[in-house]
């Protein structure tokens, strides 16, 4: 190549040579005669000064030199003066005396800075992803990103694991979304499914006998947008033959642990991850990806309140509701106005009232203190541990609503507190996930997991009697309050496969249409097995402290599932449409 070395990779050890770089103008500045150009690739930034004495062509090159160009520096690296030199950067202690400088190519205006980590429009960052993707801050990310595929892909080859691909082209899998469906010019009214994961094909792949597989995958899911959700995701698929779940947590442990602590400055903050059941989860954090960087547990206090005057305790525990209650350490000066927002935030999770108190030396404020004598209230203050200068806050309700309220304001309060730092990952493993749900919008009986997940041996007597209560050989990996992944151990006999699908009411003819081929496989000598899916976009968010998964997706769609880049989803020809025998009814797409 032409260039000697990347901009960002300029030592001190290279003062006295000539290089030869290619970059992109970051800035250019004028200082007193001298022109200073900070030149950019993705290693980094160099400094370049360009002296008309010396260098008369060359300055008057720099001189047309505008944000983005890029452009070829000849010159000759010297060290800085002393006192100029730049910790922060890399090239910081050098600079480089430019005697010619080559204009690659001009930049139009720019629509947003580059250089300046300044706030700008998501649609136009989105618009001009390429230009987005020039500033550090994205340039870091997609790096990281990177890194983080070698490590995995490392690892699992080093584990034994095989990178198998899967089709794109598929049929649907039911993974709880709506399907992006495919039209097929080949068999005029058949539909390909873009797989929502490669459940099916991975699980083919231990009946084939491979063992161990893992790929990363792309997986589709046609949903409406919700925060942190994308319709095109990527996840490290894998699955393992005659494997217990254990066996598959040992894997991802010492992967993610690995990974956490290679390629972060961050700490595991608990080895080895503990293991709750979804049971204890919900009971006790109120959700079932509980933020374990801090305790602040929920308590049972139905038996207490439940026996008191109190007709919000007492009604809610008559009705077979509890009352559960949170300990805010240091909380009691928390103003009226706090509280109230407290409160509000517990009606936004479907409870009717946050019942409250600020405990004192003396007598605490509180919202219900004289409906409860003082023995109900110490009562209740030592089996939630509070003491003087505490806030205690309590939700009577059904269960449901107790847990999604006090979970809501468990977060909401280690927010304010400042309980969690980022600087922590707290992975664990969340277990025995019930396998059926009722669907809020149908009241059908739904699966929680995936139609594919063994239900616990002991469990399988109630699919007759009480399937709500059977419990899924189903595991989530959470850390810091998200969900990074879900699996689970799977039905591996045609008979339990039928009657759970039996159980879902799928009828015999869907069965056989959508999975009579898994079906069939089992039935040819197919291995127990069992594997999980980790979630990598929100996985590299998290090891870079971003928030939103947009910033570690390279080329990602907005909040609206379009790719405003490249423009798609567009209206296409019409004889495109008529060789995949589709005609369009109302309303017709509207183009953009
Ligand atoms: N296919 C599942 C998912 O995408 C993961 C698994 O069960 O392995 O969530």
Request: charged share 25%.
């Amino acid at each position: 190549m032409k260039r000697t070395m990347m901009c960002g990779e300029v030592r001190a050890e290279d003062v006295g040579r000539t290089v030869v770089l290619q970059g992109w103008v970051h800035s250019v500045r004028d200082h007193g005669g001298l022109i200073f150009v900070d030149l950019r690739d993705r290693a980094g930034l160099v400094q370049v000064i360009v002296n008309p004495t010396t260098a008369a062509e060359a300055f008057e090159a720099a001189s047309g030199l505008h944000d983005e160009y890029v452009v070829e520096v000849h010159g000759k690296v010297e060290r800085r003066p002393a006192g100029s030199e730049n910790p922060r950067v890399g090239t910081g202690e050098i600079e480089v005396h430019a005697d010619r400088i080559e204009v690659l190519n001009p930049s139009l205006p720019l629509p947003f800075p580059v250089a300046e980590d300044v706030p700008v429009d998501e649609r136009l960052r989105l618009q001009y992803r390429y230009l987005d993707l020039r500033r550090p801050r994205l340039t870091r990310n997609v790096v990281m990103r990177h890194r983080v595929f070698k490590y995995i892909r490392d690892f699992m080859d080093a584990a034994g694991f095989v990178e198998i691909e899967t089709p794109i082209l598929a049929n649907p899998t039911p993974e709880g979304a709506r399907d992006f469906l495919v039209p097929s010019r080949l068999h005029p009214g058949c539909f390909y499914a873009l797989p929502q994961s490669p459940q099916q094909y991975k699980q083919l792949s231990m009946v084939a006998g491979m063992d161990r597989y893992f790929q990363i995958a792309r997986c589709f899911r046609d949903e409406d947008l919700r925060a942190n959700r994308a319709v095109e995701f990527t996840q490290l698929d894998l699955e393992m033959s005659f494997v217990e779940p254990e066996d598959v947590f040992a894997v991802c442990e010492e992967l993610f642990t690995g990974l956490t602590e290679t390629l972060t400055d961050k700490r595991v903050l608990t080895k080895p991850w503990p293991r709750i059941t979804w049971q204890t989860a919900m009971d006790r954090y109120g959700s079932d990806k509980p933020d374990l960087r801090y305790e602040l547990s929920i308590v049972d206090v139905s038996d207490i309140a439940g026996a008191t005057d109190f007709q919000v305790f007492r009604g809610a525990v008559e009705s077979g509701g509890v009352v559960r209650g949170l300990r805010v350490p240091g909380a009691a000066g928390f103003t009226r106005r706090q509280i109230d927002e407290l409160s509000e935030l517990a009606k936004v999770a479907g409870a009717r009232g946050l019942a409250w108190a600020a405990l004192t030396d003396g007598e605490p404020r509180s919202s219900f203190g004289r409906f409860l004598t003082e023995g109900q209230q110490s009562a209740l203050w030592s089996r939630l541990e509070a003491g003087p200068g505490d806030l205690v806050l309590l939700v009577a309700d059904a269960v449901s609503v107790v847990r999604a309220s006090l979970g809501r304001l468990r977060a909401e309060l280690a927010r304010r507190l400042e309980l969690a730092s980022n600087k922590d990952v707290a992975w664990a493993f969340v277990t025995e996930f019930p396998w059926f749900e009722r669907d809020e919008v149908s009241g059908r009986l739904t699966f929680m997991h995936h139609p594919f997940t063994m239900p616990y041996e002991e469990d399988l007597p109630l699919l007759d009697t009480d399937t709500l209560r059977v419990r899924a050989k189903a595991y989530d990996i959470v850390a810091n309050g998200e969900e990074h992944a879900s699996g689970s151990i799977r039905v591996h006999r045609a008979d339990i496969q039928n009657k759970l699908f039996e159980l879902l009411g799928y009828s015999p003819e869907r069965i056989e249409s959508n999975f009579g081929h898994i079906l069939n496989a089992f039935r040819y000598g197919a291995p127990p097995h069992g594997g999980i899916a980790p979630g990598l976009d929100r996985i590299v968010a998290m090891l870079v402290d971003e928030d939103n998964i947009r910033e570690v997706i390279p080329f990602p769609k907005n909040q609206s599932a379009q790719d405003l880049m490249m423009g798609a989803p567009g209206p296409v020809q019409a004889d495109q449409l008529e060789e995949l025998y589709i005609r369009l009814v109302e309303p017709a797409p509207v183009s953009s």
